[in-house]
């Protein structure tokens, strides 16, 4: 199930949009947000893969907030009740622009061209150069997926380990599997998700990784062997 958040400060706009878009069966809301900081929040800590955004949030250039998106970038859907906004929502680069008033014909359109788009190009979060940002302090940090190899937990956080630093960040085991690449990546034991071409060796319950040896559960077991290549 794909993930969708709103951004307009029209409460009455989100609520039709997350029905008609929910209708689909595809999606699934992750936030209703009524301006930036709060869709800020669900893009860092959320995978998201389409926002329907308000070109006129209050007290911010909206064009100016989504360019500095730094997150995995999903798809934007610009919504604006003036039609000359549209140069900018393409200029910008955005998957598509609806004029209001939003309807149910334009909303499925969107959606449908959002379908094929994806279907065409394959997940973007598969890609090897895909990232993610970390707020770490009071900062945002960059950081490529190929460059994780473990993640391990620690009570109400997670330290993420890369080949040269390990980051310590406010998150859940589920949300880290929400966010890293299936293909690349696989939950081993409670407390450790692994990059599976990081494992040099496999030894009864353990693994070899990175020169760490990574326990791994009895309920993980199965799923780590059938995604190894064993000959």
Known sequence: MKKFIIVDQDEATRQMINTIVSETGQFTLVRSCKNAAEAADALLNNKIDIAFIDMMLPGIATIGFVEQLNYERPDIILIAANKDAAKDAFDFNATEFILKPVTKERLLKSISKINHHRTDSGDASDHNEST?????????????????????????????HTGSKRYTIHSTMKGMEEKLPQRDFIRVHKSYIVRI?????????????????????????KDLMERLHVI
């Open 197 to 221: 071409d990081r494992i040099s060796e496999i030894e009864r319950d353990t693994l070899a990784l990175e020169k760490r040896i990574i326990p791994i559960g009895n309920k993980h077991r």
């Open 132 to 160: 993610m940002f970390i707020k770490v302090n009071s900062c945002l940090v960059k950081i490529y997926m190929k460059d994780i190899y473990l993640v391990e937990a620690l009570a109400d956080y997670v330290h993420i």
